[in-house]
């Protein structure tokens, strides 16, 4: 059933209004293709994917799990399920059988969209296409949902175990963009906005997609990234921001400055999130643009923008800049309780050693998640606050900087790594005895997965069929991209690993 009568519209209202106020404005283009709709065009195709789902059998609170690429078809599979009144599962459309298995089994999917029509899915759950075009009249479905009604399960690994599904209702995505959209700087109602991150990241869904859509922007939408060709669609595509990962910037960077001013003409704001970004890619983009890129940061537990060096309006290396308005954030003891913060330490190295100088971040807002699925464990507290396991300072400006985990997520190219997942895996091998899984510095992407390995006595195991057997069980961001073996591995007196050790 619809939301009650004069509660605010869900997040598919933002699709209804936009194709109300411009419907004649580009919504989305896709540079590899270049299939394009008008927002009346994105709505009558919508309408029709939501009646494909009604068909199936799709009642209100189904979960219907998205495997698809940034994309149109993406776009509309994504909202045709939330006017069939669905909650909306985006899954990696590289994630490997088993990881694929596991993750509709844990959601309860009914259905998935997806665009191999052959796959093969686990019993009990529907494979549909993503709908092209409506073909003739569409009668109108809307069972869309709003507020507390979870309109979003995301996946990410947990800091206490294996995948967990962040469950993010329609206040929570709305707020979101309410508070970025109170932030100097940004997205615009003429702007193109270049999306090439992953859709079904909440990064990438958020501050990208929904928050174009709300106002009424166009969204250039790049199925994968390639630095010479993505720089050559937005000179195409006059893409005027750019939504983005440190990685992107990075190769820009290493184009030259030539060819980044000669591309880049029409581009007016730069964003980067899910990773540091190097102080010398910040400055080779200005050389090269005149423009900054603004760094933020977040976690799909908030929906998922928490802070941005856009709320100062100027960048600061090594800091994601303070929160969005109508967020509060502080910095606690492991415990809970206010935690002493250093003004600026003049040394990073010497936070690590002293305690109470850095706490752990928690965060406090509309933008909250609401717990885990699938019954809402472990969310914000009774004050309404949320713990992380990011710790950070805050400088004498009032920044926050991150200078470490309380845990031992990996997190590459902003996706959450679980170690003791990676572990398991590799423990399956017959000729393994134990594994430790540790986050190491990688330019491109932030982090990157290392395993260490111990083998059986007398066996014959080499890196590339580690890798191998990961890649067959994991996504791609999870497998490791180095692999050492050694004699053993280092445990604490208890018989833990220590991975601060092979760190």
Known sequence: ??????????????????ATTWPDHPAVRETGTGRGLSY????????AQAGRLADAGVEPGDRVALRLPTSVDFVVAFFGALRAGAIVVPLSPQAPGPELEKLLEHSGAKVVITRDADEELP?????????????????????????????????TSGTTGPPRGVMLSHRALLANLAQISGVEGALEHDDRVLITIPLFHVYGLGPGLLHAVEVGATAVLSERFEAQ????????????TITGVPTMYTEFAALGTDELRAKLTTVRRMTSGAAPLHP????????????DVFEGYGLTECAPVVTSTLVTGYPKPGSVGRPLPGIELRLVDSDGTDQAVPLDPDDVDDVFEAEGETGLVSIRGANLFSGYWPDGGHGPDAD????TGDVGYLDVDGDLHLVDRANDLIIVNGFNVFPHEVEEVIGQLPEVTEAAVVGVVDERSGEAVKAFVVPTAGASLSEQQVVDHCAAHLAGYKVPHAVEFAESLPHSATGKLRRVRLR
């Open 1 to 18: 059933m619809s939301a009650p009568e004069g509660t605010q519209p869900g997040v598919g209202g933002l699709l209804t209004r936009a």
């Open 40 to 47: 009346r065009e994105l709505e009558a195709v919508v309408q």
């Open 123 to 155: 019993d009990g759950v529907t494979g549909l296409t993503p709908e092209s075009d409506p073909d003739g009249a569409v009668e109108s479905v809307d069972a869309g949902r709003a507020g507390e009604d979870i309109a979003v399960v995301s996946y």
């Open 229 to 240: 060709r993505t720089l050559d669609d937005c000179a195409e595509h006059g893409v005027t």
């Open 280 to 291: 010398k890619v910040l400055g080779a983009i200005r050389e090269a643009t005149g423009l």
């Open 384 to 387: 309404g606050w949320f713990r």
